[in-house]
């Protein structure tokens, strides 16, 4: 499945920002899939999780509370609604998905697939 992510911009500190993550492939529905991050000169960081029903979903603690992931099998498409950005929230943001379903949905090596990152920048 390929996948491209987009959204991304400049906002100031509290302000909202949607990212969306669209896939091509035919499959879509058959991965869970997840957002991560990277920030400048930091290891990219999990960010949330949600499986191939959307049924179930997990936040980094950092995020829970003011991110909410949602996917839309009929569109092809994973959706990132942030809130209440902070300046640490700036970093490249990835989609990613996983046809294994795999338990540890933290680990980066568990996504065989990947958008190819959009920025998102927040000012205070």
């Known amino acids: 499945v390929q996948l491209q992510a987009s959204g991304g911009g400049s906002v100031q500190a509290g302000d909202s920002l949607s990212l969306s993550c669209a896939s091509s492939?035919?499959?879509?529905?058959?991965?869970?899939l997840a957002w991560f991050r990277q920030a400048p000169g930091k290891e990219r960081e999990f960010v949330a999780h949600?499986?191939?029903?959307?049924?179930?979903?997990h936040y980094a603690d950092s995020v829970r509370g003011r991110f909410t992931i949602s996917r839309d099998n009929d569109k092809n498409t994973l959706y990132l609604q942030m809130s209440n950005l902070k300046p640490e929230d700036t970093a490249v943001y990835f989609c990613a998905a996983d046809g294994r379903w795999s338990t540890d949905y933290r680990l980066e090596s568990n996504y065989d697939n990947w958008g190819q990152g959009t920025q998102v920048t927040v000012s205070s």
């Open positions: 492939g035919r499959l879509f529905s058959m991965y869970n």
């Open positions: 949600i499986v191939w029903s959307g049924g179930s979903t």
